[in-house]
């Protein structure tokens, strides 16, 4: 018997799918970007996308990733960055950078010039499809309700697609705090913690 080769059906095909499911309407083959209500749907999926990945999650929030400059001395802001800070700007208060016709500007010394590499704290935007399975749901959820309000101004759907959503939302956080490892302490990444075990206390080998 043979399996398949993968069980990720939450594409973006499927996903515009399940969202005019949810509105009333039939599903399509293909994305045809011709047709109005397939273009709008579309659109909707693709900026509650960007929406809910803005919030910097663990999939896509990376701490001090090394930025070079290049011959010029100038360092390019990378095409699917959503937010971009320097790694420990909230402590050492030596730049202030932001995007700026392309590329980063230190605010603090008025200058496109990087004479060193950086390190910032990034928040990136990833396809659609290479997020966890628990985003898709909720994005596709978000963007029902979306649609549920501004296609077919359905307040009492919009309300039901709502709960779906938050039910979601809320295995989205579930999923942050599993793989985020999170701790009280804020112990630094690369770094490890042993927390006391209670069982010790038993035990009376020196």
Not at 21 to 44: C, H, K, M, R, W
Not at 53 to 78: C, M, S, T
Not at 98 to 116: C, M, P, V, W
Request: charged share 25%.
């Amino acid at each position: 018997m043979a399996f398949p080769t993968t069980f990720d059906t939450d594409t973006e095909l499927s996903s515009v799918n399940s969202i005019l499911a949810a509105i009333g309407q039939s599903p399509v083959t293909t994305l045809d970007y011709t047709n109005p209500e397939i273009s709008f749907v579309y659109n909707l999926l693709a900026e509650v996308n960007k929406d809910v990945q803005n919030e910097g999650w663990v999939f896509n929030r990376e701490e001090h990733y090394p930025l070079n400059p290049d011959a010029d001395n100038e360092i390019k802001f990378p095409d699917n960055v959503l937010r971009l800070d320097v790694y420990e700007n909230d402590v050492y208060k030596t730049s202030n950078v932001i995007r700026r016709n392309g590329k980063l500007y230190d605010k603090a010394r008025h200058s496109y010039e990087f004479t060193q590499p950086i390190e910032a704290d990034i928040v990136w935007l990833f396809p659609f499809e290479d997020l966890p399975s628990v985003f898709k749901r909720y994005i596709t959820y978000r963007a029902s309700v979306r649609a549920a309000t501004q296609l077919v101004a359905n307040r009492e759907l919009a309300m039901m697609l709502a709960q779906q959503e938050a039910f979601s939302r809320a295995a989205c956080i579930e999923y942050e705090c599993e793989q985020g490892d999170y701790t009280m302490f804020g112990t630094p990444e690369g770094t490890s913690y042993r927390p006391y075990q209670p069982y010790r206390t038993l035990n009376r080998v020196v």
